[in-house]
């Protein structure tokens, strides 16, 4: 795992997790187009991978720079824009099916701290909450990125929370969707560093979260993660435009 900064790049072999690379970042200013800390660089990059920047940057997957692998036939080789284009495009999302990935170096982007968090609300607010969401959500800033989620604790009711990711203040912006969501229950949003934005605080917020993961592992039907919408569009939106007209003109 190795970090340029001057470049704002990275370079991550088989085994590191998105926590390493983000470690290995933030002393720079930078981050990385990570998901979930405990996930894996290389299935998640190679798969396409879509975070809390990717409103902003675009999936993990865009951001590679060169793929150093093995392919079927036993050739060490690179591909990146220039060497090997083909297979560098298919690597971009077409996960593991093209070669054994040994290295992958990607961008990093000017990213330190974050308007973070999550709060927990009642349940029955969440048809109103997700009715406002759905216009709501599409006149946001690329540099906004939330989800609403319905979870219910272990033998508890179910609830509604919501996830905030903001590379901007995002009080005033949030206000419509914190409105029809209600008063908290409990979790709130803070400032912190971007390393810590994919953790919600330490509060009951996270202990929700992590009574439903323990609830899953145990296969505990009384505790799921019900459902969630997540923010999509902004940069993603405006890849798939571009891969729409460069397969209208091929
Ligand atoms: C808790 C959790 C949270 C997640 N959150 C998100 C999220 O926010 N956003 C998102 O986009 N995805 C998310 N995912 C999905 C995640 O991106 C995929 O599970 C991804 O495949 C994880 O990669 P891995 O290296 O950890 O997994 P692995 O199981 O090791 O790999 C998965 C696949 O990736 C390929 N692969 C792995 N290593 C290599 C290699 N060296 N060379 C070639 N191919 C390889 C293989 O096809 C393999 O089957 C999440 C997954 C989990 C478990």
Redesign the pocket.
Known sequence: MHVDPLTRTASAE?GA?WSDVIAAAAPYGLAPLS??P???????T???????LTRLYGY?ADSLLAAE?VTADGELLTADADSHPDLFWALRGG????????RLDFRLYPVERVAAGMTMHAFDRAGDTLAVYREWAMKQPDTLNTAVILIRMPGGPPMLALRVVSVEDAGRTLAPLLEAAGEPISGGLAEMTFARAPRPPADGAEHAVRAVRRADRRRDRRAARLAGRRHRGAALGRRHARARRADRTS
């Open positions: 088989p997790l998901g979930t405990s996930v894996g660089v290389t299935g998640y190679l798969g396409g991978g879509a975070g809390w993990a692998l996960s593991g099916n093209f070669g054994v990935a040994t």
